[in-house]
T-cell receptor
């Protein structure tokens, strides 16, 4: 199993541009999550999904959108990129609810908005 | 504000010594806690977890202690090795999501 994979690894955007961060897991996990990690800080939850077709906002959803059309994929969309969105983005998945089962993380996407 | 935090942002430890990383949480209703290790340029990696009906759990070279009275969590690493150098995060369940602290950077001295 590849686990959780993310693409791209790095990206530089100009202010106002849009992009989609890809996340795929091959563990047949129902739950998937998007976090951002700013320098020297912990992870903050952006959006999460409890199954295909179901998504919900986390702690910091503004400026982002998600979709979950399949169990495997959970892309994160940035519309009108802003410098405040410069961060490292991690996707994670878990078999059950995040509060009671382990979340497995991807390697991250480092995004810079200039 | 954050409900999970770590007492010290950095910890320097001599190779072979034991490491203790501390974490305080504020939600007395939390019933599940996880420690993650994050190496430079990588995603967080699961180390060990503990449920609130336990006060101690041991893994390979790691032990997690939970003190619900003072809402404190600690991770002990035995015989610290250079490969243990990383940022360590504690996380608690928040409803059915995880809430992470800011992390402690552990540096192992040769």
């Amino acid at each position: 199993n590849a686990g959780v994979t993310q693409t791209p690894k790095f990206r530089i955007l100009k202010i106002g541009q849009s992009m989609t961060l890809q996340c795929t897991q091959d563990m047949n996990h129902n739950y998937m999550y998007w976090y951002r990690q700013d320098p020297g800080m912990g992870l903050k939850l952006i959006y999460y999904s409890v199954g295909a077709g179901i998504t919900d906002k986390g702690e910091v959803p503004n400026g982002y959108n998600v979709s979950r059309s399949t169990t495997e994929d959970f892309p994160l969309r940035l519309e009108l990129a802003a410098p405040s969105q410069t961060s490292v983005y991690f996707c994670a998945s878990s078999y059950g609810a995040g509060g009671v089962t382990t979340q497995y993380f991807g390697p991250g996407t480092r995004l810079t908005v200039l | 504000g954050e409900s999970v935090g770590l007492h010290l942002p950095t910890l320097s430890v001599q190779e072979g010594d034991n490491s203790i990383i501390n974490c305080a949480y504020s939600n007395s209703a939390s019933d599940y806690f996880i420690w993650y290790k994050q190496e430079s340029g990588k995603g967080p990696q699961f180390i060990i977890d503990i449920r609130s009906n336990m006060d101690k759990r041991q893994g390979q070279r790691v032990t997690v202690l939970l003190n619900k009275t003072v809402k404190h969590l600690s991770l002990q690493i035995a015989a610290t090795q250079p490969g243990d150098s990383a940022v360590y995060f504690c996380a608690e369940n928040d409803d059915y999501k995880l809430s992470f602290g800011a992390g402690t950077t552990v540096t192992v001295r040769a």
